[in-house]
Each structure stands twice: as C-alpha cells, then as structure tokens.
Nanobody, 125 residues
Framework: QVDLVESGGGSAQAGGSLKLSCIAS?????MAWFRQIPGEEREGVAV?????????HYADSVKGRFTISLDRAKNTLYLQMNNLKPEDTAIYYC????????????????????WGQGTQVTVSS
C-alpha cells in the first residue's frame, strides 16, 4: 500500500518548462508518470524501475524533453518537463505498485496498483 500526492501542475507557454512532484508514503515500489486527456485512455509517460537498478523508460512523444527521477530521502518522484508542447496538455498522474508481467507493459495503466489524484498541466501555443 502507498499513498501518492502530485503537485506542480499549472500553465506554461509552448517551449517552457514545468516540474511535477509526487510525494509517496513509502518508496517500496517502482513508480511511473501517466497522463490523460478527457475521453482518451491514460497513457504512460515515463517509468523508473526499482527492481532494475532504477532503469528508466519514456514514451517516444516525450523522449529528450522529459526526465523522471527519484529522491528517496524525500520520498518524492519528479517529472521535469522541458520544451513543452500544446499536445502535452493533460492531467498527469503518479502511479506505483508494478504488477506487470513484462517490461513492455510499463505504459499500460493496468500494470499499476496505486494512483494519485492527478495534477493538471496546460500548455498554450
């Protein structure tokens, strides 16, 4: 069991930056960031695998622009988002509690047990 609370969302201009934080009640699990646009499926943005030496994976749409990281001393997961685009507009969720059976499942919402409440990110052109 883990409780997750996101913060750091807001508005930015295209080309700008935002940094999301997710405070976890414990750091037992691999953790990920997802995003969702109303009416669409929740999609994986980035994951950091605790069981694999903190290996990271990113969605192709954010590679080279977003960076996922952990600060275990602060029980916090981060998502640094640079060079933001209007298509990055979504609600961003923190996820934990890997239950996937293959690494390739990491972008699938059903591969995680626990979720935060989400934080809105809006990017204007």
């Amino acid at each position: 069991q883990v409780d997750l609370v996101e913060s750091g969302g807001g508005s930015a201009q295209a080309g700008g930056s935002l940094k999301l934080s997710c405070i976890a009640s414990n750091m037992r699990y691999s953790m990920a960031w997802f995003r969702q646009i109303p009416g669409e499926e929740r999609e994986g943005v980035a994951v950091i695998f605790k069981y694999d030496g903190d290996a990271t994976h990113y969605a192709d749409s954010v590679k080279g622009r977003f960076t996922i990281s952990l600060d275990r001393a602060k029980n916090t997961l981060y998502l640094q988002m640079n060079n933001l685009k209007p298509e990055d507009t979504a609600i961003y969720y923190c996820a934990a509690g890997w239950r996937g059976t293959a690494t390739e499942m990491w972008p699938k919402a059903q591969a995680y047990h626990y979720w935060g409440q989400g934080t809105q990110v809006t990017v204007s052109s």
